[in-house]
């Protein structure tokens, strides 16, 4: 048996020593190199990212652009038509066939849609009923009306009548296109065009079944808040004996807002039809009252905050 004197040992112990600090110092090197390769890796990765991410910006500045020109191409183009047919019909009013003009002002509400980055989300649309009836909505914004339009299903529901305030008529954006389908102006400081505008609303919903728009509370609140309902839209409704859909609009008060969302959803519920037969013999003020709470129960059920308002977007991006 080879016994190894302690000179023996004691260099061997300190070979073994020498080769674990080479060890250890070579293992050092290479996880030196791992990370440098890495940051150098995560650098080139970061340098791509921030270079894509450029050119994607510049590519959407681009298209804005060229989406902006087209707009007002499209927008110049469609009022120059509205205008065109709108002087035809004052010379004859069967120049354009109902059909066609119902259908080309829904076309032209659909586009407004596309251009201005504004989506619908429709809830309950079967209780708009496809005979004369009245909607009553809450009123935020003009663009109210453009979305009704985009939605109405002539295969579903009869065609939208409007009363409206008798300035649009002379407005040069709107009144082109009022002229092109069923409006009944209504002047509110004369008593007599509120009499006239009664009766012709009475003959669109039980002659012609038109489903006759009229906002209850008589002007733009411009915010999400319901105002107050005003009662002549139920004694139309009353005096039509035609059923009453409150619809509540949601969030068209951004669309032309200043600070918006680039992408817009606009939420329209239908509430249940209140029928004839049940509020004839109700008084109308009780009647409006009813009609206004059906609005703001359905305003406070599908109102979704951190999804719809802009300032919420901005205080949860700063959280």
């Known amino acids: 048996m080879m016994i190894l004197s302690s000179r023996n040992m004691k260099g061997f112990s300190k070979m073994k020593e020498k080769q674990k600090l080479e060890l250890e110092i070579e293992e050092s090197k290479v996880t030196t190199n791992e990370l440098v390769e890495a940051q150098t890796d995560s650098k080139s990765k970061k340098s791509k990212a921030e270079k894509k991410a ?35 019909i004052k010379r004859d009013p069967n120049s354009y066939s109902e059909e066609y003009r119902y259908h080309w002002v829904k076309k032209i509400a659909r586009r407004m849609l596309w251009l201005l980055d504004v989506k619908i989300q429709v809830v309950d649309i079967e209780n708009w009923l496809d005979r004369g009836v009245i909607l009553a909505p809450n009123h935020q914004s003009n663009f109210d009306p453009v979305a009704l339009i985009a939605i109405n ?105 200043k600070q918006r969302p680039k992408k817009l959803t606009i939420k329209v519920v239908f509430g249940k039809p209140m029928l004839p037969e049940k509020f004839i013999s109700i008084k109308t003020d009780i009647l409006t009252n009813n009609v206004r709470k059906e609005v703001i129960k359905n305003m406070d059920k599908y109102q979704n905050f951190e999804t719809t308002s802009p300032a919420k977007k901005k205080e949860k991006k700063k959280k």
């Open 54 to 88: 450029k050119k994607d910006d510049q590519g959407s500045k681009n298209f804005n652009k060229w989406k902006l020109f087209l707009i007002w191409f499209i927008v110049l183009m469609n009022f120059r038509k509205a205008k065109k047919m709108a002087r035809r």
């Open 153 to 257: 299903d002539f295969s579903r529901q009869q065609p939208l009548a409007f009363i409206a305030k008798q300035e649009l008529w002379n407005d040069k954006t709107f009144g082109r296109f009022v002229k092109l389908i069923d409006a009944i102006p209504l002047d509110r400081q004369n008593p007599r065009s509120a009499l006239n505008a009664f009766k012709e609303g009475k003959e669109l919903l039980n002659q012609y079944h038109r489903s006759l728009v009229v906002f209850p509370e008589g002007t733009r609140s411009s915010t999400q808040e319901v105002g107050e309902f005003q009662g002549a839209s139920m004694k139309i409704a009353q005096s039509a004996y035609v059923p009453i859909i409150p619809v509540t609009i949601i969030d068209s008060h951004y669309v032309f807002a």
